[in-house]
């Protein structure tokens, strides 16, 4: 059971660093290549993110820290 479990966070480990560099090749891409294609647009998705937690006010404070601790592990 501690293989499967061992297993299981590896993978997820390694889906979450392919995630994070995607999302940086994105931002990278649109600085260099602009946004106005309409399909290219990361940095407002970001935008439009981080302020749905600002707008939440404590409860989004909270889940902020929620998901920096579940990506920086």
Known sequence: ???????????I????GLMISLLGLGIVAEVLFGSEN???NVMENIN???E???????VGLVALCIVLALVKK
Not at 1 to 10: A, Q
């Open 13 to 16: 480990t390694g889906l979450t």
């Open 52 to 58: 749905g937690f600002a707008n939440g006010g404590f």
């Open 48 to 50: 439009s993110f981080v």
């Open 1 to 11: 059971m501690d293989k499967v479990f061992t297993g299981f966070k590896s993978f």
């Open 38 to 40: 309409g399909w290219l």
